[in-house]
């Protein structure tokens, strides 16, 4: 009986055996199992430590009492929201409406490059004008006021900036905040920044600004990317002296909580109208050299800063083709209404650092190579003449790169100094 009891026993665990061999395709160690469990607790140890992510402008608690009995102006646009169920959920309020629901005293706005409600196509003037919701009165700071004026600031008692920045030094809006930190450090009056997530902080890269080309699309001597959140990035232009007339302005960051340099961060509104997803913010770096030269980078399509093309591209070279027209961040793109042979790049793996080849590569297949760069243009953006000079020689990316290397570890240097975030 004992022979038979066993027997039947071995038989069963035999037979359960085969089973969980054809369930699984294959048999298990002991160690791959425990290994599966560690990789599961891990896996759930590392989604209980990803806290979800809440910007400055969400913290009122942290900020309301800063603005309490204090006559306001915010500097601000369309991503000026807090965001009531979660950072990717479309549910949210604008600051202004936030503020005023708090009984904060707004007394004004003043909105930068594509104006408050970030409609106007890139260079556009941008008029003062009137809120239609709240009544408030709009002051650009885009055209020939770039900077508050003393009687724009005269019955104010503290200034609020709150703008998603993408980390790239021609992306005008931290040109906005060096002006603003400027006149309020004239005339004293505070600023308190809501900081955001910037979704290039993953990297540092790119030439840096020569002191001799600094324009209102580059201030500072700063790489193309330089790897900052806005609040960060106002206590360097502070600690580096760059307000000039020995002028520092009195600033308080509400930081981000839950944030590195190396969280990823999808934006749930575009910053301006020709940077419509995360692609594009991930290429803008890259492709936004095109913007000085006679190629389009996408611009008067659905797909800018993801595509780029021109007529003047060998077409046997470059199989993509699309034709920009006028549309809502373009009334009048570059090639507009021409045939554009170039290429797609929605697919590529994001990027980490600033692509050259595309540049380089459609230089060298230009049709009209003397006419490729429209050097002043081309020069503001690089932020050296260089570049242009070391494209036109047939230097390669790599080489370039290699240029820029020197700059690169003197910045991270003095960033360093100003981090708020690991």
Excluded at 59 to 83: C, E, R, W
Aim: glycine share 6%.
């Amino acid at each position: 009986m004992v022979f038979i009891r066993n027997a039947f026993k071995n038989t069963f665990l035999f037979l359960f055996l085969i089973f969980i061999s054809c369930v699984n395709g294959r048999k298990s160690t002991s160690s791959e199992i425990q290994g599966s469990f560690s990789e599961l607790h891990s896996t759930q140890d590392t989604v209980k430590a990803q806290k979800p992510i809440r910007i400055g402008a969400n913290l009122m608690d942290t900020y309301i009492p800063i603005l309490k009995h204090k006559k306001v102006a915010l500097v601000g646009n369309q991503t000026s929201v807090i965001f009531r169920d979660g950072i990717t959920n479309k549910n949210y309020t604008h600051l202004v409406d936030s503020l005023l629901s708090r009984n904060i005293d707004i007394q004004k706005i003043f909105s930068p490059e594509h104006g408050f409600r970030g409609k106007a196509d890139p260079g556009e003037l941008v008029a003062n004008g009137k809120d239609l919701k709240t009544g408030l009165p709009i002051v650009s700071l885009h055209g020939k006021n770039r900077k508050p004026s003393k009687e724009s600031l005269s019955n104010i008692d503290i200034v609020v900036f709150d703008i998603q920045d993408v980390g790239v030094r021609f992306y005008t809006y931290i040109s906005t905040l060096h002006y603003v930190m400027q006149a309020c450090a004239t005339y004293k009056i505070p600023i308190l920044i809501l900081d955001r997530p910037n979704p290039n902080a993953h990297y540092i890269d790119g030439p840096t600004l020569e002191s001799e080309h600094s324009s209102f699309v580059g201030v500072h001597p700063i790489p193309l990317v330089h790897g900052m959140t806005i609040g960060e990035y106002a206590k360097m232009i502070n600690g580096e002296g760059w307000l000039g007339e020995n002028l520092s302005c009195d600033i308080t960051v509400i930081p981000i909580k839950n944030y590195t340099h190396h969280t990823s961060y999808s934006l749930p509104i575009r910053p301006s109208p020709n940077l419509p997803n995360d692609k594009a913010i991930n290429l803008y770096p890259s492709l936004g050299f095109f913007e000085g030269t006679t190629i389009n980078a996408g611009r008067g399509t659905e797909m800018q800063f993801q595509i780029f093309g021109a007529p003047n591209l060998a077409k046997e070279k470059y199989n993509y083709t699309y034709t920009p027209q006028p549309n809502f961040g373009s009334k009048t793109p570059k090639q507009q209404g021409k045939l554009c042979y170039g290429k797609d790049l929605r697919s590529i793996t994001s990027l980490d650092s600033i692509n050259l080849e595309w540049l380089i590569e459609a230089y060298h297949n230009s049709t009209t190579k003397e006419k490729f760069f429209k050097t002043k243009s081309f020069t503001i953006h690089a932020g050296t003449e260089k570049l242009q000079q070391q494209i036109i020689d047939g230097l390669t990316a790599q080489e370039i790169r290699n240029t820029w290397n020197k700059d690169l570890q003197k910045f991270k240097a003095i960033r360093k100094k100003y981090l708020i975030y690991p």
